[in-house]
T-cell receptor
Framework: RKEVEQDPGPFNVPEGATVAFNCTYS??????FFWYRQDCRKEPKLLMSVYSSGNEDGRFTAQLNRASQYISLLIRDSKLSDSATYLC?????????????FGTGTQLKVEL | EPEVTQTPSHQVTQMGQEVILRCVPISNHLYFYWYRQILGQKVEFLVS????????KSEIFDDQFSVERPDGSNFTLKIRSTKLEDSAMYFCASKEGGDTEAFFGQGTRLTVV
């Protein structure tokens, strides 16, 4: 089983639509969770951290279910500028330190 | 706003040559990372560095790779003898604490010919 698994998409949605992305992770020792956004040939940029209680930032809502090892991202009222690849990222403490493990990313295309 | 900076932005090198990719992490950060992304593929972990030593490395990070933090500000990745398959975007990242988010540099595009 992959460490972090995402549906690669692409998700093609009209402007104004609501779209949801899911992610599962295999390591139950995972400590912290993030959604990053990556535009073509650019670096990943933090979109939001994900907390067990769920958190919202404007049009974006993230949820974490530790029991199911499942993370989600909901984007409401999608804009053309939301078109990007969304990366699910899991931080795991290892013997010596910690590392961030990336999912393959889910590609979103928002269309007129 | 503090940021992670990487140089060069693009490097072309001949197979078998050594390359050094440079990074300046955010100044109060304690954890440092190198990742790579082959075109069209996922972001892959190479190595993490904490307290002046490697804390974890992936299978990709073999004897051809090394990292250094020579002067307390720079963080370098060296590839001793480059192969064609080393062609990728290399990202440096840093973070302040174990559970905090990581900030990424803009990347170095390495092309091995």
């Amino acid at each position: 089983r992959k460490e972090v698994e995402q549906d690669p998409g692409p998700f093609n949605v009209p402007e104004g639509a609501t779209v949801a992305f899911n992610c599962t992770y295999s390591n139950s020792a995972s400590q912290s969770f993030f959604w990053y956004r990556q535009d073509c040939r650019k670096e990943p940029k933090l979109l939001m951290s994900v907390y067990s209680s769920g958190n919202e930032d404007g049009r974006f809502t993230a949820q974490l279910n530790r029991a199911s090892q499942y993370i989600s991202l909901l984007i409401r009222d999608s804009k053309l500028s939301d078109s990007a690849t969304y990366l699910c990222v899991v931080n795991v403490y290892t013997g010596g330190g910690n590392k961030l493990t990336f999912g393959t990313g889910t590609q979103l295309k928002v269309e007129l | 706003e503090p940021e992670v900076t990487q140089t060069p932005s693009h490097q072309v090198t001949q197979m078998g040559q050594e390359v050094i990719l440079r990074c300046v992490p955010i100044s109060n950060h304690l954890y440092f990372y190198w990742y790579r992304q082959i075109l069209g593929q996922k972001v892959e972990f190479l190595v993490s560095f904490y307290n002046n030593e490697i804390s974890e490395k992936s299978e990709i990070f073999d004897d051809q790779f090394s990292v250094e933090r020579p002067d307390g500000s720079n963080f370098t990745l060296k590839i001793r003898s480059t192969k064609l398959e080393d062609s990728a975007m290399y990202f440096c990242a840093s973070k302040e604490g174990g559970d905090t988010e990581a900030f990424f540099g803009q990347g170095t595009r390495l092309t091995v010919v």
